[in-house]
């Protein structure tokens, strides 16, 4: 069978006696965090920016690139191939009490700031829950499905509405938007695929234009018939640039494409199918099924990768707007003792997390039910030697109404830690890397708090703090004023986003109660958490997950 002709069991059926193709975007903002922070600074549009975390490039603007600066760049190399046409900025960054670091000069002693700080990626959050409340709103009125797919990328579900586009105007021919790309020809609009396509095209101009007018962000977009199409796609002509992969086009298209481009293949699994002696999906199409699974073990990702090379993509656009999960973490340059780790890093960690479980509660009224703490460590193998592992362990999230929430969760990590040092021989500190996860969000009860109760968990968190009645560990007085201060000001910059957010309440999002209910594994992790509330000590599972690096 020709690829096509597998494609086409994608088709849906939306409607009795009417088979129609899906038509879904992928929406890709280019080089985000450079256009968040050209916005930010207020420089001019062709502005050569380039974000740095430590001494690495993070993002790099599109006019920076031209001096052939790219992601992963050492700030060293930026500042000689940009020169002072090029604005490095650091990410936000807390913790510690020093400035962050300013790497247009080359500052002495920036290097120990890793020791000392924590990037913040608040600023980030809050532009990408901006933009896609904007795409959100763009949407209302249409039947479309949005899947936040990260910070910067959601995709769009448009069948429904093509297919009233469809029923109204028929293939009547129209010039394509602006900026629109087609991959292989052109569309033939005696097609139904390519005049659907190009409606999702219409779309697709629609919601980048809204995002460009309310913020100044340029966007880029697939269009096509699944998921892995549109998100290849939308990488083709970056950036402000939209284009469409007609369904007539995917089989030679396929031939040269990397593999590592596909969507899933970017990673472990792609470097694994390449291990077969295949780079380009085309070349891995003359993989059977039964070779794939012989070398990835499980038939589940067989059939994915199987697919994939073809350009099929099965997978639905859930409808999702938020996070699964909000992570804090902090990875260590050299290795971090449990004493350093307890007295600096898990208060900031705890902080962190409470905040934006505070703001994210307020933005999309819903909870989270299970804090996993995670630690990067060496860990004995039974042969004698170690491995380097990634352990984690899971708590109940202490109550969003508990006073002092950051303390509890600060007082449930550190307790894991100590269980990890006390009874877990097979693990050796210093560590690697700790963070503290929130999952299993489900809706709040009582709805839509109101500000005024997000005050007053505030300050009462303050008063935990200044008395220090709760806290667990021993912080010296110097630290904890220093944090206290931090405190203040991020208390205030989280107050002043809730303001916002709810002034836009209107435009708020919907909440999909299945999304937010949390998987399988999640589900597992409370019942088990459940059995052993109120019992007493610490709301710990009794087993540890490892994953080797
Ligand atoms: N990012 C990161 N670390 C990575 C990948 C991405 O910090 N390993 C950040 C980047 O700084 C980026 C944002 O996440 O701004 C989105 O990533 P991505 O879409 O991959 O890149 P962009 O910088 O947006 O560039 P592009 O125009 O190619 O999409
Ligand atoms: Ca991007
Ligand atoms: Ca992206």
Not at 331 to 354: C, H, I, K, N, Y
Request: charged share 30%.
């Amino acid at each position: 069978m020709s690829s096509v002709g597998v494609l086409h069991k994608s088709r849906v059926s939306i409607e009795e006696g009417m088979t129609v193709l899906s038509v879904i975007l992928h929406c890709d903002l280019d080089c985000f965090y450079a256009q968040v922070e050209r916005e930010r600074l207020g420089l001019p549009k062709d502005a050569a920016v380039v974000v740095v975390q430590w001494k690495m490039a993070l993002a790099v603007s599109y006019p920076a690139r031209k001096f052939g600066i790219k992601r992963g760049s050492n700030v060293d190399e930026v500042r000689k191939l940009g020169g002072d046409k090029v604005t490095i900025v650091h990410v936000e960054t807390i913790g510690g009490d020093a400035p962050p670091p300013d790497l247009n000069v080359d500052q002495e002693g920036t290097e120990d700031l890793v020791n000392t700080q924590k990037v913040s990626l608040a600023r980030y959050r809050k532009a990408s829950a901006d933009i896609f409340r904007a795409m959100i709103s763009c949407l209302s009125g249409y039947q479309a499905k949005f899947e936040r797919a990260s910070i910067d990328e959601a995709y769009i579900d448009v069948t429904a509405e093509v297919d009233q586009r469809v029923r109204k105007a028929g293939n009547e021919l129209r010039p394509l938007p602006d900026n629109t790309m087609v991959v292989g020809e052109r569309l033939d609009m005696r097609d139904e695929c390519d005049v659907r396509l190009a409606y999702g095209a219409d779309i697709a101009t629609e919601v980048r234009k809204k995002v460009l007018a309310a913020f100044s962000y340029t966007v880029s977009a697939g269009i096509s018939t699944n998921k892995l199409l549109s998100k290849f796609a939308s990488a083709e002509n970056k950036p402000n640039m939209q284009t469409i992969v007609p369904l007539r086009a995917v089989s030679k298209l396929m031939e040269d494409v990397p593999l590592r481009k596909l969507r899933g293949l970017g990673g472990k699994l792609g470097k694994e199918v390449e291990a077969l002696g295949v780079s380009t999906a085309g070349e891995a199409t003359k993989l059977s099924r039964e070779q794939l699974q012989s070398k990835l073990g499980h038939q589940k990702f067989a059939e994915f990768v199987y697919n994939s090379v073809r350009g099929i993509d099965e997978s639905e656009v859930k409808e999702r707007d938020k996070a699964k999960s909000l992570l804090a973490a902090k990875s260590f340059r050299g290795q971090m003792g449990l004493s350093v780790v307890e007295q600096t890093w898990l208060p900031l960690l705890a902080d962190e997390l409470a905040e934006r479980l505070m703001v994210d509660a307020e933005l999309n009224n819903r909870d989270a039910k299970t804090l996993t703490i995670s630690f990067r460590m060496k860990s004995a193998t039974s042969q004698g030697n170690w491995t380097m592992v990634t352990a984690s362990r899971s708590a109940i999230m202490p109550p969003i109404g508990a006073e002092g929430r950051s303390n509890e969760i600060l007082s449930s990590s550190v307790n894991v830690l100590r269980k990890v040092a006390r009874e877990e021989k097979q693990f050796t500190f210093p560590i690697t890397f700790v963070g503290l996860t929130a999952t299993n969000f489900s809706d709040r009860a009582t709805a839509n708090e109101s500000i005024s109760r997000y005050f007053h968990v505030a300050s009462d968190r303050d008063a935990v703090h200044s008395s220090g009645s709760k806290t667990v560990t021993d912080r010296s007085q110097n630290a904890f004023q220093t944090r206290e201060e931090i405190h203040q000001r991020r208390i205030q910059e989280s107050a002043d986003r809730a303001l916002a957010l709810r002034l836009h309440r209107e435009e708020s999002i919907p909440t999909d109660s299945k999304a937010t209910r949390g998987g399988r594994i999640g589900k597992k992790v409370t019942s088990k958490v459940a059995k052993r509330k109120g019992k007493g000590g610490v709301n710990t599972l009794d087993r540890f997950v490892v994953k080797k690096d």
